[in-house]
C-alpha cells in the first residue's frame, strides 16, 4: 500500500509541474489560447483532466500562478521597507515597488514567463481584478502610503493619472525584459539589478515632472466629422 504522504508528496510535485508549464504557455500563446486540456498534456499528465483535478477552474489555476510568485515578491517587499524607514525620497518608495519584482525575476534564473504572463493578466479587465486581489495587499499600501506623502502637493487627478502611467510602465517594461531575453535578443541593461535602476529612474522622474495647467479644450466644432462620429459611438 501506497503511503498517505508519498502520494501527499506526488501531488504536490504535480502540482508545480502543472503551475510551471501554465504559466509557460500563457506567456508564450496567450492567457485565452491555452487550454487545460493542453496544459494536462505538455505537463506529461496522462489524464487530460489534471488540471481540473489539481485547481479547478482556469480562473483557479491563474490565482494559484499569482500567488506561487506574490508571496515571495511581497517578502522581498517587506524587506526593503525595513530599510526605506521614513524616507522622503520619491526614488526609495518607487524602488520598493520595482525592485521586489525584478530580484524575484532574477532569482528564479532564466527563462522566466512570470513577467509576460502578469502583463496579459493586467491588461484584460476581468483578469486585473483578481492580479490585483492577489497582489495589493499591505506591503504595496505601505509603499504606496509612503510614496504619496513625499508627493503632498500633487493633486488627485494627477497623482491618479500618474499612478495608472507608473504601473503600465513597470508592468510592460519588466515583460518586454523578459521577453528580450527568452529571445536572446539584445537588451542595453546587462541584468535585472541594472534594469531595474533604469526603471526606478524612469518612473520616480515620471513622479517629479512639473505639471503643465491646463488652459484650454479643444472645441468640439474643431473636430473633424469622422472623429465626432467615433466618439458619439463611444
Excluded at 88 to 117: K, M
Aim: with cysteine; aromatic share 6%.
Amino acid at each position: 500500500m501506497t503511503h498517505p504522504s508519498a502520494r501527499s508528496g506526488r501531488a504536490v510535485g504535480t502540482r508545480e509541474v502543472i503551475l510551471t508549464v501554465a504559466e509557460r504557455l500563457f506567456a508564450e500563446h496567450g492567457v485565452f489560447a491555452v487550454s487545460n486540456r493542453q496544459i494536462s498534456e505538455a505537463a506529461g499528465q496522462g489524464n487530460n483532466a489534471a488540471v481540473g483535478y489539481h485547481f479547478g477552474t482556469k480562473t483557479d489555476l491563474l490565482r494559484a500562478i499569482v500567488r506561487r510568485h506574490s508571496e515571495p515578491i511581497g517578502t522581498l517587499r517587506d524587506h526593503m521597507l525595513a530599510q526605506v524607514g521614513d524616507s522622503t525620497s520619491v526614488r526609495d518608495w518607487v524602488a520598493c515597488l520595482v525592485c521586489p519584482a525584478t530580484e524575484h525575476l532574477a532569482e528564479l534564473g532564466s527563462p522566466t514567463w512570470y513577467a509576460r504572463f502578469g502583463a496579459q493578466l493586467m491588461t484584460d479587465p476581468v483578469l486585473r481584478e483578481l492580479m490585483l486581489d492577489e497582489t495589493f495587499g499591505p506591503p504595496i499600501r505601505r509603499t504606496l502610503d509612503g510614496l504619496n506623502r513625499c508627493l503632498p502637493e500633487l493633486p488627485l487627478p494627477v497623482r491618479i493619472e500618474r499612478g495608472d502611467m507608473a504601473r503600465n510602465l513597470m508592468v510592460h517594461m519588466l515583460a518586454e525584459r523578459e521577453r528580450a531575453l527568452a529571445e536572446g535578443t539584445h537588451t542595453a541593461r546587462p541584468d535585472w539589478p541594472a534594469y531595474a535602476t533604469g526603471l526606478i529612474d524612469a518612473i520616480a522622474g515620471l513622479w517629479l515632472a512639473p505639471i503643465t495647467p491646463v488652459t484650454s479644450v479643444t472645441p468640439l466644432t474643431s473636430v473633424t466629422p469622422v472623429a465626432q462620429v467615433g466618439s458619439a459611438r463611444t
